[in-house]
């Protein structure tokens, strides 16, 4: 169903990225400029996503890393996503760990780093993540549907691309994944008629349950 919109969209805008990885490759400022609007919303979504109001901070450690080790990275596009998602995957959990002793909220992030992994599924959620709210009700899944869900339809990821990055197999990501959509329908369907009356909550909630079908 909706995956496949996911797919499209990633493969369209991965061979664009491959070519700018080449030319950064060769010291082009400017393609790197674009490697980094590719690929950064969805990046910093993810740590949205696992350690909520931190993310901009993790986020630049995490890009000054790709920076510094860009000259040994070989690959496509998506190589390139699954190679980003992992390396922020990382700076995020050194990040909680440093984070330890301040106790907080429980929520997605606080468990991460009990997970090795998680999941797939379908674009039409991407719209909804992208709202705070959603990244919300994300972060209040079980963590290895959170996760699954983010590196799925927020970063991209395919399912074996998805799972490398967390430790898992993809059938187990996909199911994670499959499980997280369904939970995330029914929250929003509970909120429906609060929704509605908000801009565009009807159309969130529509995509989503859409998405988990």
């Known amino acids: 169903m909706g995956q496949g919109g996911v797919h499209r969209h990633a493969a369209g805008s991965d061979e664009e990225l491959t070519r700018a990885l080449v030319a950064a490759g060769a010291g082009d400022e400017a393609a790197f400029a674009v490697v980094y609007r590719c690929v950064h919303p969805g990046l910093l979504r993810y740590l ?3 350690v909520r109001e931190d993310a901009e901070d993790v986020a630049s450690e995490t890009w000054l890393q790709i920076v510094r080790d860009l000259h040994r990275f070989r690959g ?3 190589e390139f996503r699954r190679w980003t998602a992992t390396v ?3 700076r995020a959990i050194d990040h909680l760990r440093r984070q330890r002793s301040r106790p907080r909220p429980a929520h ?8 090795p992994g998680t999941d797939d ?6 719209e909804a993540l992208s709202t ?18 983010l590196l799925r339809v927020v970063v991209g990821l395919d399912a074996p691309a998805a799972a490398r990055v967390l430790g898992k197999r993809p059938s187990a990501v996909r199911s994670a994944a499959f ?4 939970r995330l329908a029914g929250e929003l369907d509970a909120e429906a008629p609060t929704r509605r009356r908000a801009a565009g909550g009807e159309y969130a909630v529509r995509r989503v349950r859409r998405a988990a079908c």
């Open 132 to 149: 705070a709210h959603v990244l919300r009700l994300v972060s209040a899944l079980p963590p290895d549907q959170g996760e699954a869900v």
């Open 76 to 78: 496509g596009g998506g």
């Open 179 to 182: 499980r997280g959509l369904r």
């Open 88 to 90: 922020a995957r990382h």
């Open 48 to 50: 949205r996503g696992l």
């Open 121 to 126: 599924t379908a674009g039409q959620v991407l």
């Open 108 to 115: 997605l992030s606080q468990e991460v780093f009990d997970l």
